[in-house]
């Protein structure tokens, strides 16, 4: 749907602002399948996904300043 390709768009380009190049990647990727509506490639990407988002979590949460 163009709401999924939306969300897709907009997710690569929050996180190509932050340097997220890897899941910006991913997210370039899920537009293309969802723009062929390749049903198995979407949910192999869409786990990608999720598994990078993950890891930049982790990436920000290290970065926080820790409570003294």
């Known amino acids: 749907s163009i709401d999924r390709r939306r969300a897709a768009h907009t997710l690569k380009g929050s996180a190509r602002a932050v340097g997220a190049w890897r899941l910006a990647g991913l997210a370039e990727a899920l537009e293309r399948e969802l723009a062929s509506d ?13 598994a990078a988002a993950d890891d930049v979590s982790a990436r920000i949460a290290a970065e926080r300043p820790r409570a003294r």
């Open 38 to 50: 390749a049903a198995p490639a979407v949910a192999q990407v869409l786990a990608l996904i999720d």
